[in-house]
């Protein structure tokens, strides 16, 4: 079984500070990782996602993902917060070739001016 | 641009009817899917689909059926509206990879409520 865990219902950061949004994660097999954004009533578009390699990954609108797997974690990670970022964030996986795309139950992240 | 289109955005049911969701992309995806959005629940696969005809549940399949005939069309079918089936359901597909590092493209969203 495959799945990820957003710890944070609400995360809130001032604007212009940086931003972390949690994630962690239980595969079997080599993990594939990704983040999602659903700004208000638009749908969700994709940001980032890991497969191998270099465990930052950069993404969309600045955003960056660390992966690190000795702590099953995948952290969303922006340097300076802009108010144009709130929105709910969700992280997703899928494993071992199965098609299969699972979410979290994401962060909503508010970003305070 | 890849395009999944939701043919409702509202719905509005009665308890027990029957209710058709369509969902149509123009991208040539190999999967498409279908799930429900819920607050503090976050997305919960009901059904995916890799192919034509070919369909597998995913963690919430009960009270849903879905067909897929054409390569660009997955609809969803409810097949006796219950209240607790009220939600958002968004469809997405996405090409199909060996590794399954599938990145999804979604629709709009179809808002249902059932009375």
């Known amino acids: 079984a495959q799945s990820v865990a957003q710890p944070e219902d609400q995360v809130n950061v001032a604007e212009g500070n940086p931003l972390t949004v949690k994630c962690t994660y239980s595969?079997?097999?080599?993990?594939?990782l990704f983040w999602y954004v659903q700004y208000p009533n638009r749908g969700l578009q994709f940001l980032l996602k890991?497969?191998?390699?270099?465990?930052l990954v950069k993404g969309s609108y600045g955003f960056e993902a660390e992966f690190n797997k000795s702590q099953t974690s995948f952290h969303l990670k922006k340097p300076s917060a802009l108010v144009s970022d709130s929105a709910l964030y969700f992280c997703?996986?899928?494993?071992?070739?199965?098609?299969?795309?699972?979410f979290g139950t994401g962060t909503k992240l508010q970003v305070i001016p | 641009d890849v395009k999944v289109t939701q043919s409702s955005r509202y719905l509005v049911k009665r308890t027990g009817e029957k209710v058709f969701l369509e969902c149509v992309q123009d991208?040539?995806?190999?999967?498409m899917f279908w799930y429900r959005q819920d607050p503090g629940l976050g997305l919960r696969l009901i059904y995916f689909?890799?192919?034509?005809?070919?369909?597998e549940k995913g963690d919430i399949p009960e009270g849903y059926s879905v067909s897929r005939e054409k390569k660009e069309r997955f609809s969803l079918i409810l097949e006796s509206a219950s209240t607790n089936q009220t939600s958002m359901y968004l469809c997405?597909?996405?090409?199909?990879?060996?590794?399954?590092?599938?990145?999804?493209?979604f629709g709009a969203g179809s808002r249902l409520t059932v009375l």
């Open positions: 997703a996986t899928s494993s071992g070739g199965y098609q299969k795309v699972t």
């Open positions: 595969v079997s097999g080599n993990p594939y």
């Open positions: 890991y497969i191998t390699g270099d465990n």
């Open positions: 991208m040539d995806h190999e999967n």
């Open positions: 689909s890799y192919d034509v005809k070919m369909k």
């Open positions: 997405a597909s996405s090409f199909q990879t060996e590794t399954g590092a599938n990145v999804l493209t």
